[in-house]
C-alpha cells in the first residue's frame, strides 16, 4: 500500500468514525450508522485490502468509542469482510461485477450481524436459551442493517464522484 493511499485510508477512517458516531439510531442491539459510506468509497476506488482496512478499523473503533465493547471483534471481522468483498469486484471494469460485489458485500453485512446478534442473545439467555429462538430474535436487526447498507450506498454513490479527483492517484 503505497503511502498516500495509506493515509487517504486513515482520514476515510478517522471522517467514517465521526459521520457514524454523530449520525447514528438506537437499536435494540446497537445503532444504525453510515459507516458503509467510508467501506463503500475506500473499496471502490482502491480495492478489497483498502476496504478490508478501512472497514474492519472503523467498525471496531465505533463500537470501541460508542461503548459496545461486545460487538467490537465482530464488527471487525464483519466489515472487514464486507469492505473486502466490495472492494474484491469494485475495481472490475463491468458494472455487472461491480453491482454484484456491492450486493454480496451489504449481504457479508446484513447475515454477519445476523449471525453475530443471534450468537449474543443466546450467550446472554444462559443455560435454558435455545439456539433457534436466538437466531429468530437476532432478525429484528436485519431491516435496520439492510437500511445501513442502502443508506452508506446511496451516499457514497454520490460523494464519490466529487472525491474521485483527491482520491486517485494521478496515474490512473
Do not use: C
Request: overall charge positive; glycine content about 14%.
Amino acid at each position: 500500500m503505497k503511502t498516500k493511499q495509506l493515509t487517504i485510508a486513515a482520514v476515510i477512517v478517522a471522517i467514517n468514525i465521526v459521520l457514524s458516531y454523530v449520525a447514528k439510531i438506537p437499536t435494540p442491539t446497537g445503532f444504525v450508522s453510515l459507516l458503509e459510506t467510508g467501506i463503500f468509497i475506500a473499496a471502490w476506488h482502491y480495492g478489497s485490502r483498502t476496504g478490508a482496512m478501512v472497514g474492519g478499523l472503523t467498525g471496531l473503533l465505533l463500537d470501541l468509542l460508542a461503548g459496545y465493547p461486545q460487538w467490537m471483534i465482530f464488527s471487525l471481522l464483519i466489515h472487514g469482510g464486507e469492505g473486502w468483498v466490495i472492494g474484491k469486484y469494485g475495481l472490475n471494469p463491468s458494472i455487472g461485477k461491480r453491482v454484484f460485489g456491492n450486493f454480496l458485500g451489504g449481504l457479508v453485512m446484513v447475515v454477519g450481524y445476523w449471525l453475530a446478534g443471534s450468537f449474543l442473545i443466546w450467550l446472554n439467555g444462559g443455560a435454558k436459551m435455545q439456539l433457534g429462538p436466538a437466531f429468530l430474535a437476532g432478525l429484528a436487526d436485519v431491516p435496520a442493517n439492510i437500511m445501513q447498507v442502502l443508506a452508506g450506498f446511496i451516499l457514497a454513490l454520490l460523494l464519490s464522484v466529487p472525491l474521485r479527483k483527491i482520491l486517485m492517484p494521478k496515474s490512473h
